[in-house]
């Protein structure tokens, strides 16, 4: 399975908090681990190093996200995501241009987004987006 990890997601797995442990953290590292297809975009990749503190630590987590690839982005990225939010709009759901971005790429690249972001549940509501894992019915 090819699977799209967001920001909320590596922002867990990140957080040291001694003794805290969250199921998607577990999750992220079961599925690494189990050898799925793990992928990134820039500006998820932006957003997670973006919040690092230490230099040390910015310069290991750089090197760790370089075992995921980096999915480049075209023009017609960027124009399904502007129709995806205009769907979205019309369907009276609101959304960030980022969050519009990172699930059409999902759709478009057939990735699974894995998120704990439950402004994604609702595009994927009224989209193909696909969620990892998907939702309990």
Known sequence: MRILVDTSIWSLALRRASGVINP???LL????EQGEDIYLLGIILQEVLQGIKSSKD????????KAFPLID?????YIRAAELKNHLIRKGKQG?????LIASVAISHRFHLFT???HFT???E???LKLFPPPKA
């Open 24 to 26: 998607e953290a577990v």
């Open 29 to 32: 590292k079961t599925i690494i």
């Open 58 to 65: 910015f310069l290991a987590l750089k090197e760790y996200f």
């Open 73 to 77: 982005l075209t023009r017609e990225d």
């Open 96 to 100: 960030s241009t980022i969050d519009a």
């Open 116 to 118: 704990a972001d439950k």
């Open 122 to 124: 609702q595009i994927a």
């Open 126 to 128: 009224h989209s193909e």
